[in-house]
């Protein structure tokens, strides 16, 4: 047997018939040699099976296993010197020369490390002598047109970096230094463990290629002892890395706080004792062919040579004592499994590796990791599990930006944004809340709106509502003052059938009020704003009516008859259906277009959603508004030019404050309204609905209504007839 060097022999029934090797190594090209207990075992485990094989009454009758051993020193130079001195006998080391008398053995099992058996296995092609190996599997020795003749025991580890990743993310370690022999198989591994971290969201630190032949910490490959010093990955992967041996004053991992390393070492041992029984198996078919093939007379002990054993040993297939299958054939499927190990450190410097969990592939998903935590025991220098990221996990309510030129592992956490959450740690994105929805304090979660709007229930609501039936009553208590005291002069001269429609149409305007509080539906948006303008338009005209009434009896009393027979004729209440139609028009085109509708507005106050009317057209809207501010503005010119005339004939001053306190109101309200969202501005139009219609009620009527309460005396015909003379009209 020979571990990372020459081969030993194994014999069977006093012929010699298989080979292996053990390396003892130095730890450099001094005088002082170094026991390692690891090679040992694999002598151990070699012996073992042998032992277990001869003691078999089925595997082999009658026959045994013998060996040689032999030993090799981790150098170039002595590679093949025990090689060649087995295969020729002599210390001359003459190839192609054989001095012993017994015949070589027909297998060679050779060690852990690929560089030897490489080079074991060019030699060992020249006399086609099977050659196993016990070291990790390497995909530079599967290549069958280079190494025909050597098998691996160990399987691809083509899941061994998925194994790993599972591992780290296991303790949150997403930043970590990979440390790999600079060889082929280094290079591979190095490749599958980059693909699966990018997959997995773990990122290198560094990555360093170190000789697979030299010793560690040899004075010239120390160098990377300065990226393990200033980097701030506190976790790395060792693979293929060759053996610690002594090192040089000073320089030590142990001297390098807040590391932690971890050693990726197949279980050679294991592949030296399934080595063993699969060449067992191969000579176990080979002498029962033969036994087929002699004749019973003849007793000679049948020859077996190294080539012989091939196309046994590539379709050899067996079960272990430990249940496990083995199989030199590298195309049968398989599940691969890996041990994992904490180093346990005892007194006087003796430590012991202890399985604490195991890794098998299978599904695919983290699941196929087991681990038992409780079993760890971390260095002294850690109270707890250690950690090893680039950058701190962002909690929830944040969200990770990447800084530009660092790997994806080293990012800076920021807050989401104005309706994004984030409900997980370490989150990529923040989420979108919808617009039904707000964030709350944290930004952990959605939260759902509050549907608001203007009810009879809040204190603003309630307030407009009860002004505005106390309109409506004062409103009703002046159109009964009115139809009571029809017949007295006050009431006549003011054309009381125009002081009917004006106190009508106020009635409906102060009670229209209430289609813009309480629950929205699609009735009331389409009812809210076409009935507040058609009334507007009805009680504005009415006052036009009134101010061309009075413009019209002024100028009766000195342009003579055609005057006259227009205030009698009532030619300027034709304005009121006038307008009303025009009105009409403007609002039944609105609502064939575009008519109003409920909308929601989750956009003006935080956490609530404002219930609305949408006018629909925008168009048709101001066209409704523009027609009612033009009849509005032209009333208020009509009156205000009429202010002057004579008290006793009309009420031109009254009805001219009265527009004023009208358009004053509408002016304010275009302003306050675009400045002022949800129910608020809701109020605010309510509000701005009955002050222009208290304006009107109080200007035009309350004058009239104390007179006929307060000072009746003023209200008879020669108490009117008197002043009219004292006016000198």
Request: glycine share 6%; hydrophobic share 45%.
């Amino acid at each position: 047997m020979a571990h990372g060097g020459a081969p030993t022999e194994v014999s069977k029934s006093h012929s010699e018939i298989l080979q292996s090797s053990a390396e003892l190594r130095s730890a450099a090209p001094r005088p002082q040699l170094r026991w390692l207990w690891k090679n040992y075992q694999y002598v151990l485990a070699f012996y073992f099976a042998i032992q277990e094989i001869n003691r078999d009454d089925h595997l082999l009758p009658n026959k045994s296993l013998g060996f040689q051993l032999y030993n090799a020193l981790a150098s170039h130079s002595f590679t093949l010197l025990n090689a060649l001195h087995w295969l020729t006998g002599d210390h001359s080391l003459t190839p192609n020369y054989r001095c012993q008398t017994r015949s070589k053995s027909v297998v060679v099992l050779a060690g852990t490390s690929s560089v030897f058996s490489a080079e074991m296995g060019t030699i060992l092609e020249l006399y086609k002598i099977p050659q196993l190996t016990y070291g990790p599997f390497d995909p530079m020795l599967n290549d069958k047109k280079q190494f025909p003749s050597l098998y691996q025991m160990a399987t691809s580890d083509s899941s061994l970096a998925r194994a790993m990743i599972s591992l780290l993310l296991r303790f949150g370690w997403t930043w970590v230094g990979l440390l790999v022999s600079d060889d082929m198989r280094g290079e591979q591994f190095h490749q599958d463990i980059q693909a699966e971290m990018v997959k997995r969201g773990v990122c290198l630190a560094f990555a360093i290629k170190l000789p697979e032949t030299k010793t560690m910490y040899e004075n010239s490959d120390s160098s990377f002892l300065y990226w393990l010093s200033i980097s701030s990955a506190n976790v790395h992967i060792l693979y293929s890395c060759g053996h610690i041996g002594i090192c040089r004053p000073n320089v030590s991992l142990e001297n390098v706080p807040g590391h932690i390393d971890m050693l990726t070492v197949s279980d050679s041992s294991y592949f030296v004792y399934n080595a063993v029984y699969a060449v067992a198996h191969a000579l176990h078919r080979v002498f029962l062919e033969k036994e087929e093939m002699v004749f019973p007379e003849d007793t000679a002990q049948a020859l077996i040579l190294p080539w012989q054993l091939h196309p046994l040993l590539r379709t050899t297939q067996f079960t272990n004592n430990a249940g496990d299958h083995v199989s030199l054939h590298k195309a049968t499927p398989h599940q691969e499994h890996y041990n994992i190990q904490n180093i346990v450190n005892f007194p006087a410097g003796l430590r012991v590796m202890v399985n604490i969990g195991k890794f098998s592939s299978g599904s695919g998903r983290d699941q196929d990791l087991v681990i038992r935590e409780d079993m760890i025991e971390w260095p002294v220098a850690f109270k707890e599990t250690p950690t090893s990221v680039c950058s701190q996990s962002c909690g929830p309510g944040f969200r990770k930006r990447p800084e530009e030129g660092s790997a994806v592992c080293c990012y800076t956490c920021v807050s989401c944004a104005e309706g994004e959450i984030s409900n997980q740690t370490d989150a990529e994105q923040c989420i979108q809340c919808s617009e039904l929805e707000y964030t709350n304090n944290e930004k952990t979660h959605c939260l759902p709106k509050l549907v608001t709007f203007l009810a009879f229930e809040d204190s603003l609501g309630m307030a407009l509502a009860c002004m505005a039936l106390t309109l409506t009553l004062l409103t009703v208590m002046g159109l009964g003052v009115f139809v009571k005291h029809q017949d007295t002069p006050i009431v006549k001269a003011n054309n009381r059938n125009l002081s009917y429609i004006l106190l009508i149409s106020l009635l409906l305007c102060f009670l229209c009020s209430f289609l813009f509080i309480g629950h929205l539906n699609t009735a009331t948006c389409l009812l809210r704003q076409i009935t507040f303008s058609l009334v507007f338009t009805v009680a504005v005209s009415a006052v036009l009516a009134k101010t061309i009434t009075v413009v019209l009896a002024f100028k009766a009393m000195k342009l003579g008859r055609t005057m006259r027979r227009l205030l009698v004729s009532g030619a300027p209440n034709a304005v009121i259906p006038i307008c009303f139609f025009i009105q009409l028009t403007h609002c039944a085109i609105w609502l064939t277009t575009s008519p109003p509708f409920v909308d929601r507005d989750a956009h003006p106050e935080h956490g609530h959603i404002i219930l609305l009317c949408n006018e629909g057209s925008i168009t048709a809207f101001y066209c409704v508004l523009g027609f009612l501010g033009s009849l509005a503005l032209g009333t208020f010119t009509v009156a205000f030019l009429a202010r002057k005339l004579p008290d006793t004939f009309n009420e031109a001053k009254f009805l001219t404050f009265s527009m004023l306190v009208f358009c004053s109101v509408w002016v304010t309200f275009l302003p306050v309204s675009q400045s002022t969202k949800g129910k608020v501005m809701v109020a605010v139009e309510v509000f701005s609905i009955l002050a222009s219609g208290t304006g009107l009620l109080g200007c035009i009527f309350a004058p009239k209504c104390y007179i006929i309460l307060i000072k009746p005396e003023r209200n008879l015909f020669k108490s009117f007839k008197k002043t009219t003379n004292s006016k000198g009209v």
